[in-house]
């Protein structure tokens, strides 16, 4: 099933250009499990070979998808409330549990915890829920949102230039008529790289919390 879903996502992006690529990282950044990993690399690669789009197309329209899915999912737990989101998230892969950590970290770190939330796969679809409950302010949360995600984009660009570095002639060839693709080496590839980009990012968060943390007890 997953392998049928990335090719009917690598369809949109091949087909669509930057309205496939902005429509995939909008359901990434609300309740649809769709991997950013594997929507902006595969795009960058296109783009790379003359695909109709440019590399900063596909960051500029990566980061509108992300902050316009998030948007989505803030204004909808702003409006619903917290017993509704939790009485019915379970039904979109969100369970209480899960949400009360999302809102606990959201609580914790504020603008801080929701710019890195950005960089950060799992959670980045989960971070704009807790703030649309605790009612943050949306200029500061769209801020943020944006500032991250573009972040993330061109990190996952960059990634796809490198990767399509890697492809022979012929799955080029057969990426840029979007017929024949090998998406297993393709997928096996940009996870192969993005485990040391994600790692980086994963100790940067890591260092922030860690010295937020000291600094908040020194000030008890």
Not at 102 to 116: N, S, V
Not at 187 to 196: D, G, L, N, Q, S
Not at 207 to 213: C, G, I, K, M, T
């Amino acid at each position: 099933m997953m392998q049928s879903l990335i090719e009917i996502w690598f369809s949109w992006v091949h087909e669509w250009g930057y309205g496939g690529v902005i429509l995939l990282m909008a359901m990434e950044s609300s309740i649809f499990p769709v991997p950013s990993e594997l929507v902006v690399p595969p795009a960058a690669i296109l783009a790379a070979q003359g695909g109709g789009m440019s590399a900063m197309g596909v960051v500029l329209a990566g980061t509108f998808g992300s902050w316009l899915g998030s948007a989505i999912t803030y204004w909808v737990a702003f409006f619903v409330g917290r017993p509704v989101v939790m009485r019915f998230g379970k039904f979109f892969l969100m369970p209480p549990e899960k949400i009360e950590r999302a809102e606990r970290f959201t609580h914790r770190y504020q603008g801080g915890g929701i710019f890195f939330a950005r960089l950060l796969p799992v959670i980045r679809h989960l971070i704009s829920i807790p703030a649309g409950i605790i009612r943050m302010g949306f200029l500061k949360f769209s801020a943020l949102t944006v500032v991250g995600s573009a972040i993330w984009c061109y990190v996952l660009t960059v990634l796809g230039q490198k990767v399509g570095g890697q492809l022979d002639a012929q799955q080029m060839e057969a990426l840029k008529k979007g017929k024949g693709v090998d998406l297993t080496h393709l997928i096996h590839a940009v996870k192969h790289e993005a485990v040391w980009v994600i790692a980086a990012i994963a100790l940067v968060c890591g260092l922030y919390f860690l010295a937020l943390r000291l600094t908040n007890r020194k000030g008890e």
